[in-house]
């Protein structure tokens, strides 16, 4: 799954206790 760094920034703003094993795995990180 590929998502753009606009899409998963807003995915992460929503959802701030998001686990961040997924920000690597949408291939992105703080």
Request: glycine content about 14%; overall charge positive.
């Amino acid at each position: 799954m590929i998502m753009d760094g606009a899409k998963a920034r807003a995915v992460y703003e929503r959802e701030p206790g998001g686990d961040p094993r997924m920000w690597v795995w949408r291939g992105w990180a703080p």
